[in-house]
C-alpha cells in the first residue's frame, strides 16, 4: 500500500503556499503555488521509498500548522520553529537542513558559514546544493542563506520571494540593483525602506 500524504493550501502575503504532511502532521513538503511542480518533485525525490510514489490528498490545513504560519507572517518570527518536518534525503542534506533550522529569524548566513557550521569547509558548493534542494520552504530557512559578498544569491520562490522574507525578518537590505543584505550593528532595529 503507497503511503498516504495530505496537501493543503495556505494563504500568504506572498501567494498561496502548498504544505504536504503526513499522518503525524510532520510536514513533508511546502511551496510556493506557482511552484507545486517542484515541490512535488523534490516530494518524491527525498521521500526515500521504492518508486518513489504516494497518495497524495487535498485536505483543508491543519489548525495548528495554519496558526503558525498565520502568527509567522503576522510578525512572531518564532512561531514555526517548533513545526515538526521528515525531510528525506541523504544524510548530508538533512545535515545542511537542520542546520539552516539553527539560523534565528533576522539573521542571514553565507554558503561558506554554513559549510563551516556542519564542519564541511570544503563543500560549500554541495552546502548550495542540498539548500537548493530543500523541500520545505520558510520553515527549513534557506532564505536566510546568501552569498559570501552579501548578495542575494537563488531561492527557489524567486528573488523578489526572499527579499520579502529577508526585509519580513528584519534583515537590513540594501534596495539598490545589486540587492546586496546590509548586516546592521548589534541592537539596531529594522526600518523597512521609505518609498
Known sequence: MLPILYQARIDSPLGPL???????????ALDFDDYEGRMLRLLRLHLGRAGHEFTLMETAPDAAIKAAFDAYFAGELNALDDLPTKTGGTPFQRNVWAALRTIPAGHTMS?????????????VRAVGLANGANPIAIIVPCHRVIGANYSLTGYGGGLERKRWLLAHEGVLLDTGPLARVA?????MPYAPPVR
Open 18 to 28: 502548498r504544505l504536504v504532511h503526513d499522518d503525524e502532521k510532520r510536514i513533508r
Open 183 to 187: 548586516r546592521p550593528p548589534v541592537g
Open 111 to 123: 554558503y561558506g558559514e554554513l559549510a563551516a557550521k556542519i564542519g564541511q569547509t570544503k563543500a
